[in-house]
């Protein structure tokens, strides 16, 4: 499956999240340490989200190419800082299509959001899901896959008015219903707040004073870092974190 990450805290140059570190994301995009039965490599895309200083919106660069072949990210990331950062490399399920607009994040408005798994039963068990959206948002999906559909539903419900939280959570139960045994690790940021579910795949946490970090896999082996139990839920801001069982 994927590789996802959110950074919120003090600007730091893409680098250091994609990168520098030793298991950065460029290297969790082909030796990643626990996909749990996922896959083997993220070569099928990927994307990055960062929000510039005192930006509402999101600037978002996305490929449908592994991270590694990408000749224009390393100088990219190394002139590009940012407090809010969310990347994602790409693990595509079979039969699903490898495509630009395929890789997260997706947006709309000031959010971010990524997701790593897989949906049961894809396209037919969600079919009555999908019913409930505008008719709009079905014919501008960004992709006919299974990350893109669960996104249209968690911004549905964020146009709606509903709390990030909420809106995460209500979704994760819906897809589930329809689709049981789906693999939902979900992310989300409108670079105050991050939102994440794991449901099935590897999750881990670091806070260290002001900054927090939430990614599929420690990014090095500095101890603060907290894996985080499978069906639980994140709500973290750059100096918090919360930890709640999803039930």
């Given amino acids: 499956m994927c590789r996802h990450l959110a950074y919120l805290g003090p600007s730091l140059p893409l680098a250091a999240l994609l990168f520098d570190p030793p298991h950065g994301l460029v290297r969790q995009s082909y030796a990643p340490q626990d996909m749990r039965g996922g896959g083997r490599v993220n070569a099928d895309g990927f994307g990055v989200g960062w929000y510039p200083a005192d930006a509402e919106q999101p600037i978002r660069y ?5 991270i590694w072949t ?3 990210l390393p100088q990219l990331a190394a002139t590009t800082q940012a407090g809010a950062v969310l990347a994602a490399v790409r693990n595509a399920t079979t039969g699903m299509p490898v495509m630009e607009t395929a890789a997260a994040p ?8 990524s997701h790593n798994g897989a949906v049961t039963g894809w396209p037919d068990s969600l079919a009555g899901l999908a019913a409930t ?15 893109a559909l669960v996104w249209a539903l968690v911004h549905n419900e964020l146009r709606r008015g509903a709390d990030p939280v909420k809106s995460i959570v209500d979704v994760l139960h819906a897809v589930l219903d329809a689709a049981p045994g789906s693999r939902l690790n979900l992310l989300l940021t409108d670079g105050r707040i991050a939102v994440a579910t794991t449901w099935w795949h590897a999750l881990s946490v670091r806070r260290t004073g002001d900054a927090t ?10 101890p603060a870092w907290r894996l985080v139990p499978d069906r639980h839920l994140v709500v973290a801001t750059a100096g918090t974190v919360e930890l709640t069982p999803l039930t």
Avoid at 138 to 145: F, N
Avoid at 213 to 222: A, F
């Fill in 133 to 147: 959206l505008p008719t709009r948002d079905l014919l501008t999906l960004d992709a006919p896959t299974d990350a």
């Fill in 106 to 113: 997706f947006t709309g408005g000031p959010w971010l959001f």
């Fill in 213 to 222: 970090l939430i990614s599929s896999e420690p990014l090095d082996d500095d």
């Fill in 62 to 66: 996305r490929r449908d190419c592994p």
């Fill in 70 to 72: 990408d000749t224009n």
